[in-house]
């Protein structure tokens, strides 16, 4: 149906960048909001950015200012440019798109496979 690929993870030194791309493809009439979630080992997936069909966009507090993220609509992709990383920046991320499908109009909610991004000392 719908198919999300990350790119974008890795290693990087405290207070370096990193920017993650999530591109989706398939049967997508519209997409409505995306998101990228961070999941560390022993955590549950929390939000990280989250950017509104209109491109409204919203942070928790410990990224703000930090991170950016970002859509190129065209594209069906969504960014998530981090900045000033620290070690609690390590996880692994997760894009996340709601769309509406071509054969239907259920809004429904997808998962990318994931990217690490482990932030060194």
């Known amino acids: 149906q719908v198919q999300l690929v990350e790119s974008g993870g890795g290693l990087v030194q405290a207070g370096g960048s990193l920017r993650l791309s999530c591109a989706a493809s398939g049967s997508i009439f519209s997409i409505n909001a995306m998101g990228w979630y961070r999941q560390a080992p022993g955590n549950q997936r929390a939000l990280v950015a989250r950017v509104a069909s209109g491109g409204n966009t919203n942070y928790p507090d410990p990224v703000k200012g930090r991170f950016t993220i970002s859509r190129n609509n065209a594209k069906n992709t969504v960014y998530l440019q981090m900045n000033n990383l620290s070690s609690g920046g390590t996880g692994v991320y997760y894009c996340?798109?709601?769309?509406?499908?071509?054969?239907?109009?259920?809004?429904?909610?997808?998962w990318g496979q994931g990217t690490q991004v482990t932030v060194s000392s």
């Open positions: 996340n798109v709601e769309t509406f499908g071509l054969r239907g109009r259920r809004l429904r909610s997808y």
